[in-house]
């Protein structure tokens, strides 16, 4: 067979890759991780053999995460895997290959040590005459290294060589076919087209390999869909799988008719998705995706007739969706997402409680049902299911597996795990590349917005709930804590005065909270409005402005995947210093139906009357509209997820419960502007510190004027760092979505900035003090290299309540303004109303409001007569 090597650098083969894709096994020729990953990515049905670099600092690693990535086979350099056998050996045997390049056949023996550990070898012969392949020493021993038993995993090693000096044909790949050698051809070398002869025809090389034990010289082939169900035998001939390949679409040789192009009169045409070829190569497989009525004239879609199981349900579930009937129960399963969303929790409860075998099968296939009815509703099919699976199933640094803590009714208190966390092991983690002179505007506009929100999706979610807590009170947020924190509790609230217990902290944690207590309060403190505004506007009219506090607040401390006392400080300092008097806090219970001591010793601190046990919509409708327990308040502040601030919203909008809220401070965001003088490592460490609060967080660096050199090692560093984090998976899933933007000048990266808005500003750059007068837009400012975010989320004195998705354009972080209102009066003498009063009459008239005249001519008669 052929080993088509691409490089994924190169534009001239690019279009070929369609079509190598099609074979199944492809070598990539990079050793560059992020291209390699950026690859492995995208692979949705070829098998990629990866090279490991003898120049990777850390090779073990590298093979771990490429593996894991998805590379089908990692070839690792003789050299490399000789000098350190050990490094590989718990490696799959069936996912490694070793390469070499044999310039004097004598050195073959050296791949004998190695044989345990790879499943196949990929080696180049400079200088191999092709008419003495046979008599060719290293190729006779790399043969026999070939057939050296079975792999444990079953199957046979592969034996792939390269030979740089010889014009690669049909006859040479069955040549090499026969003594049980594979070649390496480059991309560059093939092709598709039928006008290069000076190429090597991929149909034909491909086919170079088949044998036919037929008279007609014909291959029987097996046609496939992508889960592998049969739909009929057909045949092909070197000619039709050479147009095949040519077209990606299924085309065989049918013995009456001679090619066949299927569907080119039925309309149920086959797009390619592979093709492969049985152990003693006289079989072909096509994997097609069957288009229009099915594969069989009879407009079946397998020669055996309907399909079955998840396949046949899978079909009538698509076929539903585009046309149950309105108001029927499968169009209202597609939806109502709520609906669908019980049906799945209820019919996964059964499962787990089923116990014969005959319960088990009833209540998987009802759950399968529903699940795939989620799928479908999603566009997902079950082919996009199976390949999710395959992909899983390559993973070979295997999770633990034990449920997420919120999935379970009650969690074991958490320990402190005193041995610091292993190095996950996977892909490199890296942020998006943009250069701001290449982009046009529509891609610059783009980049100023936030990953984008279905708010009707959530408003329809969150309604409901807020509308059933409104009506049935304390028992509708128990139901809802239950449904979305898996706890079962008594009562929603915990009263003041806390017990000991409940508050109970280290010392150092507990000095911890004090200090951040303290420094917090004296930046809110000194924000306070104490003295009334007075100003004499002429003279006898003196107008005055004072503050007065909301008399009753809620505040929201977010606790889904991070509980943040750090929240209940910066929302309760300020309440307490404005002198609200009624503080109610609301966070999320833990799994045993707890909330953390630290936010209860913060509200016991802040004096809050009590903590409501609740999170998400349900908690923020409780404070809004009140229940039996819970207080309603006439300010609901905080951060929260998206069902936390649609609920805020809704809320502020909703003229029966009388509330206003502080503003949108939704998913956490930092934007970064370093320059060359910045240091890697803390650049990577500030953006990577906003990166881990949730999947939907986004950070973004903007670079200037920054060597590729130093941009590449705040790459790494970003890498090496995130690896080691305990909440590496949600990095995972924000630093792809995040990115870098390079720019030339300073200018442009402030521009840039304040149009972006960002919730927090960080300045890596030379003189940064001189930048912040120009800063328009941001929630708050971080000035120069020892100044991280990480200091004001927690301790410094400013809030870290900030406005997100571009909010900082017009509204302020939480401050102690915010749990003020302000109140004006005036007071005039005699003489001040003198001397205003004709001005007022004569605006009065001009509106044609004469009862506020008269309230001024009444008084002014009398002061004049
Ligand atoms: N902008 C800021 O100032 C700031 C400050 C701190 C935190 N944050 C952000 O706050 C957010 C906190 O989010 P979180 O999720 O960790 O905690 P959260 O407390 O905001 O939300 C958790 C609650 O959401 C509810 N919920 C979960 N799934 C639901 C569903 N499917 N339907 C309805 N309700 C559901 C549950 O009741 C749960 O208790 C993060 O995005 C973080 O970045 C922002
Ligand atoms: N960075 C968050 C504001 O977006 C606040 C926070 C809490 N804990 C840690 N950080």
Same mark, same amino acid.
């Given at each position: ?244 390949? %040519? !077209?990606? =679409? *299924?085309?065989? #040789? /049918?013995?009456?008719? $001679? ?6 009169? +039925?309309? &149920? ?45 899978? %079909? !009538?579930? =698509? *076929?539903?969706? #585009? /046309?149950?009937?309105? $108001? ?6 597609? +939806?109502? &997402? ?93 942020m ?236 956490s965001e930092v934007l970064v ?11 990577a460490?500030d953006l990577l510190s906003q990166a881990e609060h949730?999947?939907?967080s986004q950070v973004v660096l ?16 970003i ?12 990095v995972?899933?924000s630093i792809?979505k995040s990115f870098v ?17 960002p919730e927090h500003?960080i ?26 975010e ?76």
């Amino acid at each position: 067979m052929i080993l088509p090597e691409f490089d994924p650098e190169s534009t001239s083969t690019a279009d070929l890759k369609p079509t190598l894709d099609l074979l199944a096994d492809l070598l990539i020729s990079t050793t560059h991780l992020a291209v390699l990953q950026h690859l492995l990515e995208a692979e949705e049905s070829a098998s990629y053999w990866v090279p490991l670099s003898t120049d990777d600092p850390n090779p073990q690693s590298t093979a771990l995460a490429l593996l894991d990535a998805g590379a089908h086979k990692l070839v690792i350099p003789l050299t490399l895997l000789s000098q350190n056998p050990d490094a590989f050996a718990d490696l799959p045997v069936d996912r490694l290959a070793v390469s070499t390049t044999l310039t004097d056949p004598q050195t073959a023996h050296h791949l004998d040590p190695v044989l345990q550990l790879v499943s196949a070898y990929l080696v180049t012969f400079p200088a191999t005459d092709p008419a003495d392949i046979h008599a060719n020493l290293a190729l006779n021993h790399l043969v026999s290294l070939g057939k050296t038993s079975l792999l444990p995993t079953g199957g046979a090693r592969r034996v792939v060589v390269r030979l740089p000096n010889i014009v690669s044909t049909p006859d040479l790949v069955a040549q090499l076919d026969r003594a049980g050698l594979d070649l390496l051809v480059n991309a560059s070398d093939l092709t598709t087209a039928k006008n290069e002869p000076e190429k090597l025809n991929l149909g034909a090389a491909y086919a170079a390999s088949l044998t036919s034990d037929r008279p007609d010289g014909l291959f029987p082939t097996l046609v496939v869909d992508e889960r592998d169900v049969a739909l009929g035998l057909v045949y092909s001939s070197v000619e039709s799988v050479t147009e095949s390949l %040519r !077209t990606g =679409q *299924g085309v065989y #040789q /049918s013995r009456a008719r $001679g090619l066949w192009h299927k569907g080119a009169t +039925s309309g &149920a045409t086959q797009t390619l998705i592979r093709v492969a070829v049985d152990c003693d190569k006289d079989t072909l497989k096509f994997v097609v995706r069957q288009h229009g009525a099915g594969f069989c004239h009879l407009n079946t879609l397998t020669c055996f007739g309907h399909p079955r199981g998840l396949t046949a349900l899978s %079909r !009538t579930l =698509q *076929g539903r969706k #585009q /046309s149950a009937p309105a $108001g029927s129960y499968t169009a209202r399963l597609f +939806s109502d &997402a709520d609906l669908l969303r019980s049906k799945i929790m209820e019919e996964a409860g059964e499962l787990c409680d089923a116990k014969s075998k005959e319960d088990v099968a009833w209540e998987a296939a009802d759950l399968v049902y529903f699940a795939l009815t989620k799928c479908v509703a999603a566009g997902v099919s079950i082919e996009d299911v199976e390949r999710n699976l395959d992909r899983k199933a390559r993973k070979i640094s295997r999770r633990k597996g034990d449920a997420k803590p919120s999935k379970q009714e009650v969690a074991p208190k958490k320990e402190q795990d005193p041995t610091p966390a292993p190095i996950p092991v996977a892909s490199r983690i890296q942020m998006q590349h943009h250069t701001h002179s290449t982009l046009t505007p529509a891609e610059r506009s783009k980049l100023l917005l936030r990953p984008i929100i279905d708010s009707a999706d959530i408003i329809s979610r969150v309604s409901p709930i807020m509308a059933d807590v409104r009506a049935r009170g304390d028992a509708a947020v128990l139901d809802f804590t239950h449904k979305f924190d898996r706890v079962r509790l008594t009562s929603p609230v915990i009263r003041a005065p806390f017990t000991p217990e409940a508050m109970r902290l280290d010392l150092q944690t507990q000095h911890a909270i004090d200090q951040a207590y303290d420094n917090v309060w004296r930046f809110h403190d000194a924000q306070m409005d104490r003295t009334p505004l007075v100003v004499e506007t002429m003279p006898g009219v003196t107008c005055t402005r004072f503050a007065r506090p909301i008399e009753r607040v809620g505040l929201y401390v977010p606790g889904g995947t991070a509980v943040l006392p750090s929240s209940a400080l910066m929302l309760g300092i300020p309440a307490k210093v404005a002198g609200c008097r009624e503080i109610v806090i609301a966070t999320p219970p833990r799994p045993d139906g707890t909330v953390v001591p630290e936010v209860m010793y913060v509200a016991h601190k802040v004096g809050a009357s009590c903590v409501v046990v609740a999170g998400g919509a349900q908690a923020v409708a409780a404070m809004a509209y009140g229940t039996e327990s819970v207080p309603k308040v006439d300010k609901i502040c905080g951060p929260g997820n998206q069902f936390v601030t649609t609920a805020k919203m809704i809320a502020q909008n909703d003229s029966s419960c009388m509330i206003s809220i502080d503003m949108p401070a939704g998913p956490s965001e930092v934007l970064v502007i370093a320059d060359a003088d910045s240091n890697p490592a803390y650049v990577a460490s500030d953006l990577l510190s906003q990166a881990e609060h949730g999947a939907d967080s986004q950070v973004v660096l903007v670079a200037v004027a920054m060597p590729p050199a130093h941009l590449a090692a705040i790459d790494d560093q970003i890498h090496e760092q995130a690896s080691r984090l305990p909440r590496v998976e949600i990095v995972r899933q924000s630093i792809p979505k995040s990115f870098v933007l390079s720019v030339e000048t300073m200018e442009e990266a402030i521009r840039f900035s304040n149009e972006y808005a960002p919730e927090h500003l960080i300045l890596h750059t030379r003189d940064a003090e001189k930048l912040v007068e120009k800063i328009d837009n941001a929630g708050s400012v971080f000035v120069g290299e020892f100044s991280p975010e990480s200091c004001g989320d927690y301790a410094s004195g400013t809030n870290h309540t900030l406005p997100t998705y571009g909010y900082s354009r017009m509204y302020s972080g939480v401050n102690t303004h915010t749990f003020l209102k302000h109140i004006t009066a005036q007071q005039l003498t005699p003489a001040g109303l003198d001397a205003l009063g004709d001005t007022v009459m004569r605006l009065a008239e001009v509106e044609g409001l004469e009862a506020h005249r008269n309230a001024v001519a009444i008084r002014v008669r009398d002061l004049r007569n």
